[in-house]
C-alpha cells in the first residue's frame, strides 16, 4: 500500500482508523487495563457503544436476538448477490456458537446495518480452510496465530464506507490487542480482490476455488498485521490507528 492508496483510503473512511485520541501505541499501553476489566471472551466486551464515524453504534452481538438480527442481514444481502446461502445458514444451525467466533453488529440508531464474524483460532479448522485447505495450516504451522473475517455484510440503505470502516476496526482491536492474531484471512469473491488488495493490503493466499458454503467462487486473502502497521507508520499515519469500540471507555 503506497501513501496515494492510505491517502485514498483516509478519503474514503475505509482503513482501521479514526481521529479520537488514541494512538496504536496508546492502545498497547492501555491494553492490560482493558484486559483487567474483564474485556475477555465473546461475553465480555463490554456494552453498546458509539463509534466516531457518523454516530453509528457498534456491539458484540451476545443475546439469541441480535443473532438473529446479524444472520437475517447475511441471509438477504447474500442472497441479493446470488449466493446461495442455505449451505452457510444449516451449518450454523446444526450446532452451538462456537466460542471462537465473535459477532460484530452496527447499528445506525434504527437498524443494524452491518456485521462481520472474527473467527479465532481453533482446534477444528477455520471455515476458510473447508476450500483453500492447507494454506492456513502452513501459516499456523510457522508459529503465527491466525483468524479469519467471515460473514460480512452492509445493508443496502447503509454508508457502506462507514459501517465497513467501524466493522473492521472493531475486528482488528479484539483481534490484534486482545488475542494477539498476527494474520487475517478472508474469502472474497474474485471481483473484490483488487480493492481488498489495493486499498487495505491484503495478499492472495490461495487462487480461486467455488467455495461450497455459498455455492460462490472464492479468492483466499491474508493480511499480515505488522506489515499493516507498519505500512501506515512508514507513512506517516501510525498514531491513528486505534481501536473504535474501547477509545471511550479508555
Given at each position: 500500500?503506497?501513501?496515494?492508496?492510505?491517502?485514498?483510503?483516509?478519503?474514503?473512511?475505509i482503513?482501521?482508523?479514526?481521529?479520537?485520541?488514541?494512538?496504536?501505541?496508546?492502545?498497547?499501553?492501555?491494553?492490560?487495563?482493558?484486559?483487567?476489566?474483564?474485556?475477555?471472551?465473546?461475553?465480555?466486551?463490554?456494552p453498546?457503544?458509539?463509534?466516531?464515524?457518523?454516530?453509528?453504534?457498534?456491539?458484540?452481538?451476545?443475546?439469541?436476538?441480535?443473532?438473529?438480527?446479524?444472520?437475517?442481514?447475511?441471509?438477504?444481502?447474500?442472497?441479493?448477490?446470488?449466493?446461495?446461502?442455505?449451505?452457510?445458514?444449516?451449518?450454523?444451525?446444526?450446532?452451538?456458537?462456537?466460542?471462537?467466533?465473535?459477532?460484530f453488529?452496527?447499528?445506525?440508531?434504527?437498524?443494524?446495518?452491518?456485521?462481520?464474524?472474527?473467527?479465532?483460532?481453533?482446534p477444528?479448522?477455520?471455515l476458510?480452510?473447508?476450500?483453500?485447505?492447507?494454506?492456513?495450516?502452513?501459516?499456523?504451522?510457522?508459529?503465527r496465530?491466525?483468524?479469519?473475517l467471515?460473514?460480512?455484510?452492509?445493508?443496502?440503505?447503509?454508508?457502506?464506507?462507514?459501517v465497513?470502516?467501524s466493522?473492521?476496526?472493531?475486528?482488528h482491536?479484539?483481534?490484534?490487542?486482545?488475542?494477539?492474531?498476527?494474520?487475517?484471512?478472508?474469502?472474497?469473491?474474485?471481483?473484490?480482490?483488487?480493492?481488498?488488495?489495493?486499498?487495505?493490503?491484503?495478499?492472495?493466499?490461495?487462487?480461486?476455488k467455488v467455495?461450497?458454503?455459498?455455492?460462490?467462487p472464492?479468492v483466499?486473502?491474508?493480511?499480515?498485521?505488522?506489515?499493516?502497521?507498519d505500512?501506515?507508520?512508514r507513512?506517516?499515519?501510525?498514531?491513528?490507528?486505534?481501536?473504535?469500540?474501547?477509545?471511550?471507555?479508555?
Amino acid at each position: 500500500m503506497n501513501p496515494t492508496d492510505v491517502s485514498s483510503a483516509l478519503i474514503y473512511g475505509i482503513p482501521l482508523i479514526s481521529c479520537i485520541g488514541y494512538g496504536y501505541e496508546t492502545l498497547m499501553a492501555c491494553r492490560g487495563r482493558l484486559l483487567g476489566q474483564g474485556i475477555v471472551g465473546t461475553s465480555g466486551y463490554g456494552p453498546e457503544v458509539r463509534a466516531p464515524i457518523n454516530g453509528l453504534r457498534l456491539a458484540v452481538a451476545q443475546s439469541q436476538q441480535q443473532l438473529a438480527v446479524a444472520r437475517e442481514l447475511v441471509k438477504r444481502r447474500y442472497a441479493w448477490r446470488g449466493y446461495d446461502v442455505h449451505g452457510d445458514e444449516d451449518r450454523n444451525h446444526a450446532r452451538d456458537p462456537s466460542p471462537s467466533e465473535i459477532t460484530f453488529i452496527v447499528n445506525d440508531g434504527r437498524a443494524t446495518v452491518g456485521t462481520v464474524t472474527l473467527g479465532l483460532d481453533r482446534p477444528e479448522v477455520l471455515l476458510a480452510e473447508l476450500t483453500h485447505e492447507g494454506v492456513i495450516e502452513e501459516v499456523r504451522a510457522s508459529g503465527r496465530k491466525v483468524c479469519e473475517l467471515t460473514r460480512l455484510a452492509i445493508a443496502e440503505s447503509a454508508d457502506s464506507k462507514s459501517v465497513l470502516a467501524s466493522l473492521l476496526g472493531l475486528a482488528h482491536f479484539v483481534g490484534r490487542s486482545m488475542h494477539d492474531v498476527s494474520d487475517v484471512f478472508i474469502e472474497v469473491n474474485p471481483r473484490h480482490v483488487s480493492f481488498y488488495s489495493r486499498v487495505l493490503g491484503f495478499v492472495v493466499a490461495a487462487s480461486e476455488k467455488v467455495c461450497e458454503r455459498v455455492s460462490a467462487p472464492s479468492v483466499l486473502l491474508r493480511l499480515e498485521l505488522d506489515a499493516l502497521e507498519d505500512r501506515l507508520t512508514r507513512v506517516g499515519i501510525g498514531a491513528l490507528l486505534l481501536p473504535l469500540c474501547f477509545a471511550e471507555a479508555a
